[in-house]
């Protein structure tokens, strides 16, 4: 508790009124008793002041048409039809646009593992009870962190990692002076060698692949030819070509 006060403490400063929230799961519930029991004044949320999901208003079926005209429907016979948002899939997308938004993630997942794992009420808040795989889905990871608390745990916690063919190391910072830093670090890195040196080559070259590969399939959709089909030897050998002619194109903007 003397640590929770001290948290809450902060949002108050100067002789100024605050306001802390705090959100707990089920299992952690007996943790409102806790805080009672020593005297730290905590109030549920009224009803009024929820965030409630997003609502649509959808007439009920007892609605009826007069005249051919569609009329307006009363009050008691509107039903709503509550819709969830999963914003997750855009807040991956963001994710994959900038670094600093995987790296600030990455870190507030680590950070939240550790201070949950080194809480002193250990009785209300078990490790052993956490989530990591919904955890790490909530805070829109794209890949398991590596960290001692995971070590046994990574084919086991029910979290959907991005697939081989999203290059991670191929994720820019949109801040450039911070971009241009990062590629000659990671340039040094590949240089020196070593094993990290070759894991993320081989990273970058299946990632390489299997996006050359999507854009192949994406390529033969778009003009009308069966992706699933193989083609002759001739056709490939235009394809390479094309493929070629491309880089060429690209090389030369670039310089």
Not at 77 to 83: A, D, G, L, Q
Not at 115 to 129: N, P, V
Not at 141 to 166: C, H, Q, S, T, W
Not at 237 to 255: G, I, N, Q, T, V
């Amino acid at each position: 508790p003397s640590q929770y006060i001290h948290r809450v403490g902060r949002s108050a400063r100067a002789g100024k009124f605050g306001n802390s929230l705090i959100f707990l799961t089920p299992k952690e519930e007996c943790f409102i008793d806790f805080l009672r029991i020593r005297k730290v004044p905590i109030n549920e949320i009224c009803n009024d002041e929820r965030c409630s999901p997003a609502t649509s208003i959808v007439p009920s079926f007892s609605e009826q048409k007069s005249k051919g005209k569609q009329q307006k429907p009363e009050l008691d016979k509107v039903e709503e039809k509550i819709e969830i948002i999963n914003v997750l899939p855009k807040i991956r997308q963001f994710v994959l646009e900038d670094r600093d938004l995987l790296e600030k993630g990455t870190k507030a997942y680590t950070s939240y593992i550790r201070a949950y794992k080194e809480y002193q009420c250990a009785f209300i808040f078990r490790f052993q009870s956490l989530e990591l795989g919904v955890l790490a889905t909530s805070f829109s990871l794209l890949r398991l962190p590596k960290m001692p608390e995971l070590r046994d745990k990574y084919d086991k916690v029910n979290f959907i990692a991005a697939g081989p063919e999203i290059d991670i190391h191929g994720i820019t910072y949109k801040d450039k002076v911070r971009e241009k830093a990062r590629q000659k670090r990671l340039a040094a890195e590949l240089a020196a060698g070593g094993k990290n040196a070759k894991q993320i080559k081989a990273e970058q070259y299946l990632a390489k692949k299997l996006q050359k590969e999507k854009d192949r399939r994406q390529d033969a959709i778009t003009k009308g030819r069966n992706p699933n089909k193989k083609r002759g030897k001739q056709a490939q050998m235009y394809d390479e070509w094309d493929e070629l002619a491309k880089e060429e194109r690209l090389h030369k903007k670039l310089k």
